[in-house]
């Protein structure tokens, strides 16, 4: 990922959500510019308008489907991100994060 690419932990009490893309041809390369390229539109729209950040990323290359999670203010901010990053999600759908106890 390029650096002050927008990526970390979710953050508690803002709404979580589930993105989707269906992409054939995925490899390391296409992945990281995928990941550089919402990170960034992430980090534009919440200087300049809703607070958006992604989570993380997995892909599964075996069923051409990427799958982001993101937190933001609004469905539509994640929406918007998507869109200004040049990838179009497929799918949103609102998340629930689930909080596991942390080993002692």
Not at 24 to 37: K, P
Request: charged share 20%.
């Amino acid at each position: 990922m390029r650096d002050g690419a927008s990526v970390g932990p979710v953050n508690a009490g803002v709404p979580c959500y589930l993105v989707e893309w269906y992409h054939s041809g995925l490899t390391g390369d296409v992945l990281g510019d995928i990941a550089s390229r919402l990170g960034e539109s992430a980090e534009e729209l919440s200087h300049n308008q809703s607070q958006v950040h992604l989570v993380t990323m997995v892909a599964v290359p075996a069923d051409e489907v990427v799958f982001g999670v993101f937190t933001a203010v609004s469905k539509s901010a994640v929406t918007r991100t998507c869109d200004r990053a040049g990838i179009p999600a497929q799918r949103v759908t609102t998340a629930t994060e689930v909080e596991f106890p942390r080993a002692s």
